[in-house]
């Protein structure tokens, strides 16, 4: 006679040991769009125009790139120059001048005279 029980009866293990274990709440999967954003914000040197980008996803990595403290006078101006106008004006509203690396300035007394 065939033993017809049911896989991960009571004398087998279930056939995916993991398959009813549940993830928590506070472990949220990422995204494909999120691991793309990630990338891309900590390899800023390869951006060079995001014209073609949804204006949602610009805002993403332009926050990343913020949040990460990655953001500088070349990046400003790729975003400035979107095409996207609310990140155009948000852009805009920066002073770009502190994007620019001063620890290689020279101090007044520091001239030969």
């Known amino acids: 006679m065939a033993d017809h029980r049911q896989p991960g009866g009571p004398s ?6 993991w398959a009813n274990q549940r993830v928590q709440a506070n472990q949220q999967i990422p995204t494909l769009t999120q691991l793309a954003l990630d990338q891309l914000a900590q390899h800023p040197e390869m951006i060079d125009d995001i014209g073609c980008t949804d204006e949602h996803l610009a805002i993403g990595l ?3 790139l913020m949040k990460a403290g ?6 400003a ?3 400035r120059d979107s095409g996207h106008e609310s990140i155009r004006e948000a852009i805009g509203g920066l002073n770009l ?8 300035v020279l101090g007044r007394n520091r001239w030969p005279h």
Do not use: S
């Open 12 to 17: 087998q293990p279930p056939l995916l040991a």
């Open 70 to 75: 990655r953001l500088d006078f070349r990046l």
């Open 77 to 79: 101006c790729i975003f």
């Open 97 to 104: 001048l502190d994007a620019v690396p001063m620890h290689n």
């Open 62 to 64: 332009l926050w990343r």
